[in-house]
């Protein structure tokens, strides 16, 4: 409780989840502050902030703000999705490479160092032009690509703690091998993993505005990405369409790299207090 108490009080963790909580109202109050389609044109091309349109217009006189509200939503499902996909992957395939080591233990290293060989951005590019754009899709292409990280730090917690007296206590008892790692050795080597992957889920937001600025996202879905990719060609005469999104895409990921900072420094006091 003195660590949670100290993590919630720490203030990267609090400026991070502030900063967080407003993306999530922003993306779960989007039909009510922004309703309609976003991607339909409601004004003038290229109109300044002001007036009607607090963050201007694009080139299509789309309304930047109802685009922006309406993209945290995206950004927010790509980072949970993503992050939550590699956290599931990362922690059963690590914990089994650990504990059953062997063959297995080489054949699991050896798919680890392949995913970090090839680009994660050419990976995802070559995976998304060969089974599509659709946000579902996009959310399990970027989840399947960063999952490695997650399970090498299992691997070397299953690795540290398999030693330990409760395990082979619990296997003196009789207890099952899987039941063994799942419900004792997993469960205490879990906050690093956390807290990388919290780290992954801005990695999963700046993979998917990469993509939509590159043309590739949904386009039948608002994006800050596809918000940028509108901008490109209009910085100088429309600035406002690269500002806007990019402080928000900035402080999101500032969110995110807050907590998983914070979180990891709790864990390292613990660490080091229990050495």
């Known amino acids: 409780m003195k660590k949670l ?14 900063i967080l909580v407003i993306m999530l ?21 290229l109109q300044a902030p002001g007036g009607d349109f607090i ?21 927010i499902i790509f980072a949970f999705g993503a992050s939550l996909l590699s956290l599931i992957v990362g922690i059963v395939l690590g914990a089994l490479s650990g504990y059953i080591g062997g063959w297995f233990d080489d054949l699991m290293c050896r798919i ?8 994660r951005t050419f990976l995802v590019i070559l995976m998304v032009a060969f089974f599509g754009s659709s946000v579902g899709l996009m959310v399990i292409i970027i989840g399947i690509t960063i999952w490695p990280s997650n399970a090498k730090i299992m691997r070397a917690q299953v690795l540290t703690l398999k030693s330990r007296g409760y ?13 063994i790692l799942f419900k004792h050795i997993v469960p205490n080597g879990m906050g690093p993993v956390l807290s990388n992957s919290i ?15 590159l ?10 990405g596809l918000i940028l990719n509108a901008g490109q060609k209009h910085i100088n005469s429309a600035p406002w369409l690269v500002i806007y999104p990019g402080i928000a895409l900035a402080l999101l990921l500032l969110a995110f790299n807050l907590i998983g900072t914070a979180l990891h420094k709790t864990l390292n006091v613990k660490q080091a207090a229990m050495e």
């Not at 100290?6 to 400026?15: A, G, K, M």
């Not at 922003?26 to 922004?34: E, G, N, T």
């Not at 780290?199 to 600025?213: C, D, G, I, N």
């Open 199 to 213: 780290l992954q889920m801005a990695q999963a937001v700046l993979t998917e505005a990469s993509l939509s600025f």
């Open 167 to 179: 395990v082979q206590a619990g296997n003196v008892a009789g207890g099952t091998k899987l039941g």
């Open 112 to 119: 680890f160092e392949l995913f970090y060989i090839i680009p």
């Open 55 to 75: 963050m201007g217009t694009d080139y299509l006189g789309r309304d930047v703000w109802a685009m922006l509200v309406w993209g945290s939503r995206i950004s």
């Open 215 to 224: 043309g590739l996202g949904d386009p039948n879905r608002a994006s800050w």
């Open 5 to 18: 108490k100290s993590f919630l009080t720490n203030p990267q963790t609090v400026t991070g989840l502030v």
């Open 25 to 45: 109202g922003l993306a779960a109050l989007a039909p009510v502050i922004c309703p309609g389609n976003p991607l339909f044109s409601v004004g003038k091309p």
